[in-house]
Structures are given as C-alpha cells and as structure tokens.
Nanobody, 115 residues
Framework: QVHLVESGGGLVQPGGSLRRSCVAS????????MGWYRQAPGKQRELVAA???????NSLDSVKGRFTISRDDRKIAVYLQMNSLKPEDTAVYYC?????????WGQGTQVTVSS
C-alpha cells in the first residue's frame, strides 16, 4: 500500500520561508506528475505547483517567483520551497502523485502565515 507522508508545515511570519516535503512509501513502478494543492477556509482547492516526469513545472500565478517545486525520483519525493510568504498563502497544503494507475494524496498539512 502506498502512503504519502508530508512534513514541513507550520506557522511562519510574513516574508518568511518554509520547505514542504512529501515522500512516498510503498511500491510504485512509475510516477507521472507530482505536485501540491492548497485549500484555504471557504475557498476551493487550487493547484499551487506541479512538476512532470521530465521536470517541466507550472505554478499558480500568485506564487510565481516565490515558490519552487522540485522532485527526487529515487526517493519518490516532491518538495515545495516557499519564500516571501504572505498571509494569503495560509491554507492546508496537500501533495499528490499521479501514476499510470491510481493517484495518491498526502494527508494535508496546515501552513499559517501570520505575525
């Protein structure tokens, strides 16, 4: 059985940084896209950033230049470096992993940006 374990969330002041990690455990033969979604209170879940198997990335306009997504296929891991954080980045962040079979999701971790 495959599990995605997230780490690196928490409380940070505006302008600060956090690094989110998401590591898969279990047997996965092939990985396609990996990425991060977030959901703020009262809002719909939105795609923050994604990275394809060949390293192509895309991200939400509001995080361009501040967030960087990367992946390590040996570890089956995806990372999100978040810099210059703003209060509007406050949300629960979820990692995901797409395979030719099922998709997998992390448990979700709160990121709060507040002074």
């Amino acid at each position: 059985q495959v599990h995605l374990v997230e780490s690196g969330g928490g409380l940070v002041q505006p302008g600060g940084s956090l690094r989110r990690s998401c590591v898969a455990s279990g047997s996965i033969l092939s990985v396609n896209n990996m990425g991060w979604y977030r959901q703020a209170p009262g809002k719909q879940r939105e795609l923050v950033a994604a990275i394809s198997s060949n390293g192509r990335t895309n991200s939400l306009d509001s995080v361009k230049g501040r967030f960087t997504i990367s992946r390590d296929d040996r570890k089956i891991a995806v990372y999100l470096q978040m810099n210059s954080l703003k209060p509007e980045d406050t949300a629960v962040y979820y990692c995901y992993l797409k395979t030719p079979g099922p998709d997998y999701w992390g448990q979700g971790t709160q990121v709060t940006v507040s002074s």
